[in-house]
């Protein structure tokens, strides 16, 4: 019997459809996972054929994968995990440094075009990479002007963190200047292998539809609580954040969003690995 690898993200957005897959555990698929980047490049790679990658990683590599519109990772507004930690207004950024996360893709890029639509010029500032081994505070207060975290990381920091320093949601900034939801990152499979293993691929496409509706209803608690324990948070939190923030809905909205998001970065007339 041939296996079917999924690769999933181990962030707390993809609680639902990660907790629900090990919990049924179908001994013929096979879990890899990783942060967004390494899922990225095992997807890139050909070494997992199902994931959900950075909404980035699809729009620059479309012919390599098909969208699977069974789930994806939004928001409707405030996504509540990809937050711009800053010292200064958004609007006076320009000539500042700012650090980015090496577990990124979409995001990144996100905030580079936020920053463009505000008319900020991106060769002022300097973007520097951060691997988060300093504290939020001390990053803040003795290396960079502004700060940006994803995942658990953003989720623990903004309530840890409330009232120390400006926080800008990326997720809230993208819809206030585009009228449409964010897409961080989005469920596909690649190309080559769908078309090989179309059976395959119709159950992949059926298990996570129904992993989403598992993991948002039978298994919510007991997801969600374990998740508070891993991360020292309140439960509630947690709950708030998969259903008032957290969205896994793919709508037209959602491909108009992609859309504007790689006419917008193409816009920039940047490198995408600077």
Same mark, same amino acid.
């Given at each position: 019997?041939?296996?079917?690898?999924?690769?999933?993200?181990?962030?707390?957005?993809?609680?639902?459809?990660?907790?629900?897959?090990?919990?049924?555990?179908?001994?013929?698929?096979?879990?890899?996972?990783?942060?967004?980047?390494?899922?990225?490049?095992?997807?890139?790679?050909?070494?997992?054929?199902?994931?959900?990658?950075?909404?980035?990683?699809?729009?620059?590599?479309?012919?390599?994968?098909?969208?699977?519109?069974?789930?994806?990772?939004?928001?409707?507004?405030?996504?509540?995990?990809?937050?711009?930690?800053?010292?200064?207004?958004?609007?006076?950024?320009?000539?500042?440094?700012? /650090?980015?996360? =090496? *577990?990124? &893709? !979409?995001?990144?890029?996100?905030?580079?075009?936020? $920053? %463009?639509?505000?008319? #900020?010029?991106?060769?002022?500032?300097?973007?520097?990479?951060?691997?988060?081994?300093?504290?939020?505070?001390?990053?803040?207060?003795?290396?960079?002007?502004?700060?940006?975290?994803?995942?658990?990381?953003?989720?623990?920091?903004?309530?840890?963190?409330?009232?120390?320093?400006?926080?800008?949601?990326?997720?809230?900034?993208?819809?206030?200047?585009?009228?449409?939801?964010?897409?961080?990152?989005?469920?596909?499979?690649?190309?080559?292998?769908?078309?090989?293993?179309?059976?395959?691929?119709?159950?992949?496409?059926?298990?996570?539809?129904?992993?989403?509706?598992?993991?948002? /209803?039978?298994? =919510? *608690?007991? &997801? !969600?609580?374990?998740?508070?324990?891993?991360?020292? $948070? %309140?439960?509630?939190? #947690?709950?708030?954040?998969?259903?008032?923030?957290?969205?896994?809905?793919?709508?037209?909205?959602?491909?108009?969003?992609?859309?504007?998001?790689?006419?917008?970065?193409?816009?920039?007339?940047?490198?995408?690995?600077?």
């Amino acid at each position: 019997m041939e296996k079917i690898s999924i690769g999933l993200i181990n962030f707390t957005n993809c609680l639902p459809i990660n907790y629900t897959l090990e919990k049924w555990a179908h001994e013929d698929i096979i879990l890899s996972w990783g942060h967004p980047v390494l899922i990225n490049r095992l997807m890139h790679d050909g070494q997992v054929q199902v994931a959900p990658i950075s909404a980035f990683e699809y729009l620059m590599n479309e012919s390599d994968y098909v969208l699977i519109k069974e789930a994806c990772i939004t928001s409707d507004s405030e996504c509540g995990s990809v937050i711009l930690f800053s010292k200064f207004k958004f609007e006076d950024l320009a000539g500042k440094k700012i /650090g980015i996360p =090496f *577990n990124s &893709a !979409t995001s990144i890029n996100m905030l580079k075009i936020l $920053l %463009n639509e505000k008319g #900020i010029p991106l060769e002022s500032i300097n973007f520097s990479m951060h691997k988060y081994k300093q504290a939020l505070p001390e990053a803040l207060n003795s290396e960079y002007d502004a700060i940006l975290y994803i995942g658990d990381q953003a989720l623990v920091s903004r309530v840890k963190h409330k009232d120390e320093f400006l926080m800008y949601d990326l997720g809230s900034l993208w819809k206030e200047a585009t009228g449409l939801p964010p897409v961080f990152g989005t469920w596909v499979a690649r190309a080559d292998w769908a078309v090989t293993h179309k059976d395959d691929f119709d159950r992949v496409k059926f298990l996570i539809n129904k992993a989403v509706e598992a993991g948002l /209803g039978v298994y =919510f *608690n007991e &997801a !969600t609580e374990k998740a508070a324990s891993g991360l020292n $948070l %309140n439960p509630e939190i #947690i709950k708030d954040y998969l259903t008032a923030k957290i969205k896994y809905n793919f709508t037209p909205e959602h491909e108009k969003s992609l859309k504007l998001f790689k006419e917008l970065y193409f816009k920039l007339n940047i490198n995408s690995e600077s």
